[in-house]
């Protein structure tokens, strides 16, 4: 717009004269400069402004014009009806209103046709001058709309019609301008600035017409509601889709974003409560979501095909965008959580998909970076979004519970193809809900839940507790399985976490914020850590048993007695001989949770564990208990300087008395397992609790016997339960390696693990202790011939164990090497590698041996035994691996389960055998019973010492009420079949 001019007042009948004047003239430059001299007056009377406006706008030809002359006069008439915004247009805002409308249609129209024009001189001199035209346009819709706002809303049906048509007409010139703006070429950012200053005259407009509404509405003026709610409605709808035309403008619309997105965001916010039922306010939120994975998924394809790294810096720039669309939503969401709710399962789906993402950045070391500012900008940025549901005091409990449900339900992990590695980073977001890699973005959110929880409402505490057992559920599945032991999850400032260490701090965060509530009693403590005490699964048994830890270093002294105390007499209960052996027992999963208990516990409470041992009524049982505990690492060390040696006395003195009757078989048909004293003195010495001195080298005989014994009899799997544990203990006395009885007793080991593949597959279980026990070759001095049997019987022991293809006995035996080869005097190592070691083969094939392979695995062992440092490196091989082993850890979990199941509801009673078994089986669940009774009724005195927090209400003598009812559901079904 120009500049205007200092005005004179009128004179007479002046402004009739020029009116006439006007309308009798034909020439279009004649018509312009009448109009302009008009322009010149100050016209204050009302009356004369409504004939001005009328008159001229008469003029306004609704064709597009062929010349200048044209443009030249509708830019003379915009000027004049401009100068008339400036007064009182109570009288004359209807003129203006017409004018307007007329102008921004005609104006449309024009932009399209001028865009078409040639390069002639005189069509780019109408082009410059239509620009202009433009540009005066708008300046003018925006004083129109700034007037406006500075008046009340009116409340006539006509005007209202015609405000409302002159908004749309202003929305719709200012839409195409913008859209238009690239190809607008000299007056292109003019047109921008003018546009948008247009869109924060709408805004304000819009936001006065709001504030008006809310604060003076009444029911009898429903009009005037339409009107405004009109309004504001086709503007916020503009607003939208200029929102997404400026996101997909590559940054040239930054403003124009900005400006949009937070105009529909302030407009959504104070129409609150009268936009619901015009609007379709979960487009809005999904549009915002849409633009967010769009941005994301450019990223994506972009760096699925990079291979240099990507900067912090460059990474935060690309997630900017996203970050901003992903605020906006979760605006609109916290005042719109009914609305946003019917489109849950799509924000959910956003978010995981975002955090898969993140995963598998993190997957790659020159993506690191990019991961770590993805976590910075849109991790806190995902849970305020899904907690904006969570937190609403206008959605239902049964609402949130569907969320929750519907983002961790159980999932039957079989179902999925092990190890599917198709997807790649670029698809991420093409995923649909229940896709198999999107499990370790479920994982990843529950856990960034679990940390939230100091900040989410009770009932959402409660809804996340319930959930707690599906994490554990998940964790079976052997993709989510490895990529949450071998993922290091990038933190701030440049640091590494593992995703298994997050999930345990995450669950202690969110035990620490429910202990002081009601939670606490019913859910967490009862239906979490209580029944999964004994998880089948060992990484959740781990995780589980962090957990008990946790509470028992933190909570009163008193506490944790008495729940020692329970668990003993629970352990008293599953005792007996013949679960010492079987790792799956209850009684040795019970061992080995009250060991890791009693490792993080006082020495009084390691005390009070042994005492109950060998003290009171339980002596028939005793060796049954303590053998079971030592073979689970219990923590001898830990026990009073008194107590500690009356233990280590036992275990030691059992151990020779042991040795000095084996050959006595009249002492060995009495109650109890054959050699138990030799599992005692085993689990001790390997965990380096007990020393003994044998100057007699009684345990050397001992093993030369037991190798004898067994060739005669190798279907007694007692003796070869011995010779495993006898291994293990001389592994540990390395001076039993300088012993004239060694080279005998070499001789006969390789005898009998290479005398046949038979023998040596029967003896598998042995191999872990025979790796350990061979590495103490290192300790001998070698005669290196091949005359020396000692010598080259050692050897083939090494061939024979770096042969084994199994991955634990693979490691076993490079590192086992590694020790021997750190420490013998023989220079001559290449005798004990054979040409096929497994570790020369290729992972993949498994058929193409290389010495290269070995040797860059022995390097790294070799060299961690002579105290070089070692940098951990986490092979390109490790997933795959783990991936395996997880795959065979759901199987075993599975088949267990599978056990369980068929022992409830076996009906077959044509066989007494099948009875006889029944009839074991119903005798021990009855056992089972009555120490689940024992350990429930002490529990009622845990509720006046609770962990650090204020007392929970209630006993908890419930948390075992449905184990044990469905315990004697299981007794009941047997005995019906008795």
Request: net charge negative.
């Amino acid at each position: 717009m120009e500049k205007a001019t200092m005005k004179r007042k009128p004179s007479g009948n002046e402004i009739q004269s020029l009116l006439d004047a006007i309308k009798a003239s034909d020439v279009v430059e004649s018509r312009t400069q009448l109009i302009s001299e008009l322009g010149e007056l100050d016209v204050t009377d009302e009356n004369e402004q409504v004939s001005i406006l009328e008159c001229i706008a008469t003029f306004w030809e609704d064709f597009t014009c062929l010349d200048v002359s044209q443009c030249m006069l509708n830019k003379t008439i915009l000027k004049v009806a401009t100068t008339y915004l400036e007064s009182d247009t109570s009288k004359c805002l209807s003129q203006l209103l017409a004018l307007g409308t007329k102008a921004t249609i005609w104006c449309r129209k024009h932009m399209k046709m001028t865009l078409m024009s040639t390069d002639d001189s005189q069509e780019e001199e109408h082009y410059g001058l239509f620009f202009q035209v433009l540009l005066d346009m708008l300046c003018h819709s925006a004083a129109v709309l700034s007037t406006l706002a500075r008046h009340p809303v009116s409340t006539g049906k006509d005007i209202m019609a015609m405000i409302q048509t002159s908004i749309l007409e202003i929305l719709n010139l200012t839409k195409d301008s913008i859209l238009e703006v690239k190809r607008i070429q000299t007056h292109g950012s003019e047109v921008l600035k003018a546009s948008q200053v247009v869109l924060d005259a709408l805004i304000s407009l819009c936001k006065s017409y709001c504030n008006n509404l809310n604060s003076n509405h009444d029911d009898k003026e429903s009009n005037q509601m339409n009107h405004i709610i009109n309004i504001t409605e086709s503007t916020i709808q503009n607003l939208v889709d200029l929102g997404v035309v400026a996101a997909n403008a590559g940054g040239n619309l930054v403003t124009v974003l900005n400006i949009s997105w937070k105009g529909v965001v302030t407009l959504l916010q104070l129409c609150k409560g009268t936009l619901e039922l015009k609007m379709n306010i979960s487009d809005i939120i999904l549009s915002l979501i849409s633009l967010a994975k769009g941005s994301l998924t450019h990223a994506a394809q972009t760096w699925s095909c990079l291979m240099e790294p990507v900067s912090m810096s460059e990474a935060k720039r690309i997630f900017i965008p996203a970050k901003f669309y992903l605020i906006n939503a979760a605006r609109i969401i916290s005042h719109y959580p009914s609305q946003a709710f019917l489109i849950f399962k799509d924000i959910t789906l956003c978010i995981i998909t975002i955090l898969t993402f993140k995963i598998f950045l993190c997957k790659e070391e020159f993506l690191k970076s990019a991961s770590e500012a993805l976590g910075e900008l849109l991790e806190p940025t995902l849970i305020h979004l899904l907690n904006s549901l969570l937190n609403s005091s206008q959605l239902k409990q049964e609402h949130k519970h569907q969320i929750l449900d519907f983002l961790f339900s159980d999932i039957n992990t079989s179902s999925f193809v092990s190890g599917d590695q198709s997807t790649t980073m670029d698809s991420i977001f093409s995923l649909t809900f229940g896709s198999k890699p999107l499990l370790i973005g479920q994982v990843f959110l529950f856990i960034t839940l679990l940390k939230s929880a100091p900040d989410v409402e009770d009932d959402v505490k409660l809804e996340i507790a319930k959930k707690m057992e599906w994490i554990l559920n998940i964790l079976t599945d052997e993709d989510v399985y490895s990529s949450v032991l071998a993922l290091q999850l990038p933190l701030f400032h440049g640091s590494d976490q593992n995703m298994y260490c997050s999930i345990i701090h995450a669950m202690k965060t969110f035990m620490l914020v429910v202990s002081s509530t009601s939670i606490w009693e019913e859910f967490f403590f009862k239906s979490f850590l209580l029944e999964n005490l004994l998880h089948p699964h060992h990484l959740c048994w781990e995780i589980v048993m962090e957990l008990w830890c946790f509470m028992i270093r933190h909570s009163e002294a008193e506490l944790g007695n008495e729940i020692i105390d329970k668990l003993c007499m629970l352990l008293k209960t599953t005792a007996s001989w013949e679960s010492v052996l079987n790792h799956d027992s209850v009684l040795r999963k019970l061992s080995k949770s009250i060991c890791r208990i009693v490792r993080h516990g006082s020495e009084s409470m390691a005390d009070r564990v042994f005492n109950f041992i060998v003290n009171g009524d339980v002596s028939r049982l005793s060796s049954v208990m303590f053998t079971a505990l030592l073979m689970e690492g219990f923590p001898l060390n830990l026990l009073s300087n008194k107590v500690k040696s009356v233990a280590k006395q036992r275990i030691v003195m059992e151990y020779f008395q042991f040795l000095d009757g084996f050959e006595d078989e009249s002492r060995k048909c009495g109650i109890g397992i054959f050699g138990a004293p030799v599992f005692a003195m085993s689990a001790a010495v390997q965990s380096l609790q007990v020393s003994i001195s044998d100057t007699e080298m009684k345990t050397i005989n001992l093993l030369i016997s037991i190798i004898h014994k067994y060739k005669n009899n190798t279907h007694n799997s007692k003796y070869q339960n011995l010779l495993n544990e006898t291994l293990a203990i001389i592994s540990t006395m390395k001076h039993l390696y300088t012993s004239e009885e060694m080279g005998t007793l070499i001789v006969n080991l390789q005898t009998l693990f290479t005398s046949d593949s038979d023998s040596s597959d029967k003896l598998s279980k042995c191999k872990a202790n025979l790796a350990a026990f061979i590495s103490g070759f290192g300790h001998i001095e070698y005669e290196v011939t091949d005359t020396n049997p000692k010598f080259s019987s050692s050897w083939k022991l090494f061939h024979m164990l770096l042969k084994e293809r199994h991955w634990a006995l693979s490691h076993l035996a490079i590192t086992a090497f590694g020790y021997f080869s750190a420490r013998t005097n023989c220079d001559e190592l290449w005798r004990f590698v054979p040409q096929d070691a497994a570790l020369s083969f290729d992972l993949e094939s498994g058929v193409e041996a290389n010495g290269e392979r070995f040797m860059s695995e022995f390097t790294v062992s070799y060299e961690k035994e002579t105290g070089v440092y070692v940098k951990p490196n986490h092979g390109k091989n490790e997933l795959p691996l783990l991936v395996k082993q997880g795959l065979m850890l759901r199987k075993m979990v599975e088949k267990k389960m599978v056990i369980v199941d068929k022992m409830e509801i076996d009906d077959d009673d044509d066989d007494d055998d099948e009875m006889f078994k029944r009839r074991k089986i119903h005798d021990g669940v009855e056992k089972l019973k009555d120490g689940l009774r024992v350990f429930a009724n002490g529990i009622m005195l845990l509720q006046e010492n609770r962990f650090d927090f204020s007392d929970v209400d209630g006993e908890f003598l419930t948390h075992f009420s449905h184990i044990q009812d469905t315990v004697g559901r299981m007794a009941e079904n047997i005995s019906k079949t008795k």
